[in-house]
């Protein structure tokens, strides 16, 4: 298995008062080429359980349980260890693109720095290959746009970057919170058609976090439903979304039948 959580609860230090358990004992398993969806209202703990896999919850943070990678725990590692693992293993999309790119440096750039630090690759050797990521997350007119810088594209386009610099490291598992939240539809799509393909050519793994069973359902091959902290259930996506057994996962595809359904036959076909 790639990626065994086994019943992480974090809870963060107060002031004031005992620490609060904001996830209360979530497992999971993560296979290559396999995705994991994890769906769930604002404030349910994905995105610490997302930071608590990459290594990178703050000091106020304690965690127990098991985060194994390839067999090591996360949990135990040091900080040095850790850079390591976040520079080749675990990659990271950011919801908001533009916070995780730099604003003077051209995107070409950007994407070329990561691929010399980790694969140690000449200038212009990570020239070339930037092009390539640039082109495989389909990026129109890619030997132009590599000079652009990040503010000189649309949202949808510094998705991609992000992504391309996710993938310049080469993970073998990538954590994408929220990643298409602030784009339009058809966009977000495109932006999802992507990462699925990206998972089904690269064999990685991908856990896809997101509040809209819409996203979940088009690429996510198993989910996982979260409510305060707690697994609500989790199984095959198609099974989950179909027949769920708890009442807040009702809910939550009560509240968004016609996208869902619309999604669920999408990948019926
Ligand atoms: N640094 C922190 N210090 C204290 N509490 C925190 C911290 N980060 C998150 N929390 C708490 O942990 C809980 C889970 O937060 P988390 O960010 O994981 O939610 P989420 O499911 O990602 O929500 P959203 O959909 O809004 O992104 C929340 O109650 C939040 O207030
Ligand atoms: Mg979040």
């Known amino acids: 298995m790639m990626l065994s959580v086994h019943d992480l609860r974090v ?103 990561g691929l010399r630090l980790a694969q140690g690759l000449s200038r212009r050797d990570a020239r070339i290959e930037a092009l390539r990521l640039l082109e495989m997350v389909k990026i129109p007119r890619a030997a132009e746009r590599i000079d652009s810088f990040p503010h000189e594209m649309s949202g949808g386009q510094r998705q991609r970057i992000g992504i391309a610099i996710a993938l310049a490291l080469k993970p073998e598992l990538l954590i994408a919170d929220e990643p298409t939240t602030a784009l339009d539809v058809t966009v977000q799509a495109e932006v999802l058609d992507i990462l699925d393909e990206l998972v ?50 009702r809910k939550l595809l009560a509240a968004m039948p016609g996208r869902v359904r619309a999604s669920l036959e999408l990948s019926d076909g």
Request: net charge negative; with cysteine; hydrophobic share 40%.
């Open 11 to 113: 809870s963060f230090a107060r002031e004031h008062g005992d620490p609060v358990e904001v996830v209360h004992g979530i497992s999971l398993d993560l296979a290559k080429g396999e995705t994991l969806g994890i769906v769930g209202e604002s404030g349910s703990g994905k995105s610490v359980l997302s930071l608590a896999t990459m290594g990178l919850l703050p000091r106020t943070a304690r965690a127990t349980g098991r985060i194994l990678l390839d067999g090591e725990d996360i949990l135990t590692m040091s900080e040095r260890q850790l850079c390591r693992v976040r520079g080749r293993k675990i990659g990271m999309i950011f919801q908001e693109p533009m916070t995780a790119l730099n604003p003077s440096m051209r995107v070409g750039a950007q994407i070329a720095e």
């Open 200 to 249: 089904a050519e690269l064999g990685i793994a991908l856990i896809l976090i997101s509040h809209d069973l819409g996203v979940i359902a088009r690429i996510a091959d198993r989910t996982l439903v979260m409510y305060r902290g707690d697994e609500m259930e989790q199984g095959e996506t198609e099974q989950v979304l179909r027949r769920p057994t708890h009442a807040y996962t």
